[in-house]
Each structure stands twice: as C-alpha cells, then as structure tokens.
C-alpha cells in the first residue's frame, strides 16, 4: 500500500483565494511526523511545514497551515491569499518513529494561481 | 551555511558510461539519502545511509551504488548507463529528530542527468 496518497494531479486558484491541496497517510506506527515540500520550476526542494503525531494543534507557518485530522489519516495543505509565486509543485511527505529513517513522498500536486 | 551540495548540476552520459554524483552536507547529519525524481512524478529512494559505513537499499536500487566513508559525504555510483536512468536526482540530509521524527529533510540542488 502507498504509504503517501496524494490524489489531486493539478489544481487551480485564484489569486489571493485559499486552496486546499490533500494528502492521506497510511501507517500503524503512533509516532509519527508528516512535511510538506514546494517544488518551484527552479527544482529545488523547499520545506515549508511539519505536524507531528502527538501534536495536539494544527500546524501553521505564515501563510500555511496543515488540517491534521488523525483519525482519517489526511494532513491537507492550506494556502491562504494565494499568490502567483505559490505556483509549484506540492509534495507531502511521512516520516515514522520506529523507523525514522526514511522519508516517503507522495506524488505531488501541481498548483498553478491564476491572475 | 552551504547545506546540501550536490555536483554536476547537468550531466548527458552515453549507454553504458558510468559515473558519480557527489553530494556533501556540512550540516553534521546522521542520515543521507539519494531520490531520484522522474518527470512529473514524486521521489523514489534509491538508496538511504543512517551514518558513516552503514547503508541500506531504498525502492529503487538496481544499476546504483553508495558508499559513506565520512558522515558528510555520500557518492551515488551509476554503472552501465541506462536511458531507463534518465532522471533528475536529489541528494538529502536529515537529522534523526525526537523520537525518530521531528525534522525535515533538506536536499540539494539536484542532478539532471540524461542518458543517451
């Protein structure tokens, strides 16, 4: 089973709207943390939040914030205002505790912020 | 800081040329990693090293090989190459973090290479 789903191939905004970009996991281990990355069409890798397990509150960095529902396995990505720069490439990505070892990716999302 | 520095940016090999891409981190992190990412597609591991004379195969591993003689440094080998290995391929580095988790990956600029 993957262990990162991520069903949205492509998304479009409006600028200075929020969107909402999914991701589910699948895992047995209680300890665990959930990142997700910005590809710009530069390539490069940009980290941009965490949520771990045992965090009692969703995640928020600036603009981004994490919805963590753990009982349904999703860490959505919620970007709001968005901008002509937030045109990217989404990944989300897992990291587990009893491993802790490996990163598994999702296969991202292209979000494109239309004028 | 330099972070994760990988080398060449680009490189175009021939069937069967082989080669190495260098990936240094001056972060002191314990676990590296070598991805490759293929276009449109999500990162796969090729192969992943959890300190300095240790590492372990990933989901991708066939026609690659690694070596971690120091923790900052983490070669990708590719033998005999193939057009199949035609891919944009990422170093990482991370730190163990709280309980195995808790910090992120950080990558390198990445390696576009092209097999011909």
């Known amino acids: 089973a993957q262990k990162i789903t991520q069903t949205q191939p492509g998304m479009f905004v409006q600028e200075k709207e929020a969107v909402t970009l999914d991701c589910t996991y699948d895992?047995?281990?209680?300890?665990?943390?959930l990142f997700w990355y910005k590809q710009p069409s530069s390539g490069e890798m940009i980290f941009l939040i965490y949520?771990?397990?045992?965090?009692?509150q969703n995640a928020t960095e600036g603009r981004y914030s994490l919805n963590f529902q753990k009982a349904r396995k999703s860490a959505n990505l919620v970007i709001s205002a968005s901008q002509l720069g937030d045109s990217a490439m989404y990944f989300c990505a897992m990291r587990e505790g009893s491993t802790g070892n490996q990163f598994y990716f999702g296969t991202g999302t292209s979000l494109t912020v239309i004028p | 800081n330099a972070g994760v520095t990988q080398t060449p940016k680009f490189r175009i090999l021939k069937i069967g040329q082989s080669m190495t891409l260098q990936c240094t981190q001056d972060?002191?992190?314990?676990?590296m990693y070598w991805y490759r990412q293929d276009p449109g597609m999500g990162l796969k591991l090729i192969y992943y090293?959890?300190?300095?004379?240790?590492?372990d195969k990933g989901e991708v591993p066939n026609g690659y090989n690694v070596s971690r003689s120091t923790t900052e440094d983490f070669p990708l080998r590719l033998e005999l190459a193939a057009p199949s290995q035609t891919s944009v391929y990422f170093c990482a580095s991370s730190d163990p973090g709280q309980g195995g988790i808790g910090t992120e990956a950080f990558f390198g600029q990445g390696t576009r290479l092209t097999v011909v």
């Open positions: 090293s959890v300190g300095a004379g240790i590492t």
């Open positions: 972060m002191n992190h314990n676990y």
């Open positions: 949520q771990g397990s045992y965090d009692q």
């Open positions: 895992t047995s281990d209680p300890s665990y943390g």
